[in-house]
């Protein structure tokens, strides 16, 4: 009988997290694009009023002449906190029967404490008055392990592995926050200083899956390989009906090369695999049966108003059934390899929040809808054109694509066409039936209106635009994604380099909109006069004459027009980044002899580097909503550049 026990703690924290976000009067970006570009930047750094000590001043305003935040303001004011501690670890018992059969019993727990805090001065944008937010966040997971474990060799051909066993896992979320939303006292933040009643909230959530599951290895003179597995969940966040569900996998590899006795200094490895697999995903807790979210309303009144998702009592678990094969084989010593995967995957009844008439009281429902299917390629290359006793020279090329394809949804509900997000831009589900290419991640947006002689139109002296039905974009998803890495080694210095990039692949981006707006992105400086004024007649066609358009307009209006529209601010997002630069030294063991040092080195990286893209403006990579939409970009931070250093030793 062996124990085993293993606990983890990690503290992590911010005094100021930034804003970004085309709506947040904070966001860094978005103030950046509306300050004027005569204007000091240092001057802003004495933020008060002169004339009153509790308010900003700020020489920044919108096209409608509302005032920004000063960005120092921001930065030293404006500030959110947050400070989480995470503990994270297990207890293990392992009783060993006999050299072949053992039972592992453990119990882990993983949870966090995020204490968080939103301070607003007094004369902010959005909130003059001051404001001030505290958010406890909780959440554990505990999960209970049994597993019985049985390895067999027999004879010198056959081997088994086999186990079985089951889990009960355990999550609870909790949240408990209070906002002042007007201070009292100006800059005393404190849930106390309030001049307005306290809103304060909490939420509570709890799931549950137990879990039975086991796996058999089966081997043949360590040559061929058969692996199967098999899992069924009971989910506390599905109906009753449909709470339980299995899914299985099976795997087989095979070593031609010792089977057909190809082994030897030029053919070192050559492995096919091939593998199948039934995957399913359940939801978040109470999704399925009506709950009201308890509130506080207007004048501190308490509000019990419905979930604005519909229940759905019938939900089923998603389902993925995919299958791949391949190969991995070596060359030469070990000098050239080559890694060869393709996959093919059905997604079916896809759960997604469907958008619902108004008049229904509720703004979405979560249906299983559809059907989608994915395939693709996987390959890796790997070259040693040089190795000797002092410089070797590795390479490694990695190379993949996926195609995808809405093969339905829901027409026969009336469902054609599903919206991920909708803000400027939109990211929909389309079959291929309906305008655009019909696979995950399509774009959708206005554009520009052209006669059928390719000519702009206008109304007024203004170019028009079509937001009514919305016009196909392009795809957020690459054609392929590729990568080269080289690592020199020279007696004690290493060198290594890192170029990954991918071709095609749409980004539409707000920040080259807002931009253009402002003024203050050189799109927007043709034809203006010397004071930055001027007019123009676009060159193009009357919408509702004919007759070649003769209206003069303000420049500024005019490039306003012409930019505000979604196509126009999607491109194509290809690129190369030289990701990494590493160089390093080992330092000689005759420098560590007289010391307890096993070993040391020491290393330079640099990480991000360099970025080769037509995008203008941002980095293609960005994406919008803390990562959730790719493709989408919206007064995104920039992508840094990063050196360090590092010191390794041994002892």
Known sequence: LTFDVAVNWINSGSDNRASYGAKNDDGIMK???????????????????????????????????????????????????NNRDRVFGNVRATYQFNPNLKLMARSGRDFYNDKRTMRHAVSSSQYKNGYYQEDDVYFLETNHDLLLSYDKEFGTDFSLSASAGGNLMTQISKRLGAIAPRLAIPNVYNLTNNAAPILAGNTYQEKRINSIYGTASLGYKSMIYLDLTGRNDWSSALPKANNSYFYPSASLSILA??????????????????????????????????????????????????????????????KVNSYEFGFDSKFFNNRLGLDLTYYKSTTTDLIIPVTLNPSAGYDTKLMNVGKMTNHGIEAMLNLVPIRNDNFSWNMFINYSFNRNRIISLAEDKGISRIRQLERWASLELRTENTKGDGSFGSLYGDYLIYNQDNQLTFRNGIPQEENGDWGYLGNVNPKWLASVANDFKYKNWNLSFLFAGQKGGSVHSRTYIEGINAGSLPESLPFRDENGAGTIIGEGIDIDTGTENAVAIPVRDYWRAYYNNDRIATFDASFIKLRELKIGYVLPQSLLGRTPLKGASVSLVGRNLLLWSKVPHIDPEVSAYDGQFVGVEAMSLPSMRTYGMSINVNF
């Open 31 to 81: 103030i950046f694009l509306y300050m004027p570009r005569n204007l000091d930047i240092n001057s802003l750094k004495d933020y008060w009023n002169k004339n009153n000590s509790n308010y900003q001043n700020s020489p920044i305003f919108n096209m409608n002449g509302n005032v920004f935040n000063n960005p120092y303001f921001v930065v030293n004011e404006n500030l959110n906190g």
């Open 257 to 318: 090369n010792e089977i057909f006795g190809l082994t030897s200094e030029k053919i070192n490895l050559i492995k096919l695999r091939g593998a199948t697999s039934s995957v399913r995903r359940d939801l978040e807790p109470y999704r399925t049966l009506p709950n009201f979210l308890v509130s506080q309303g207007w004048g501190g009144e308490t509000v019990a108003t419905h979930n604005n998702n519909y229940p759905n009592e019938n939900i089923r678990p998603e």
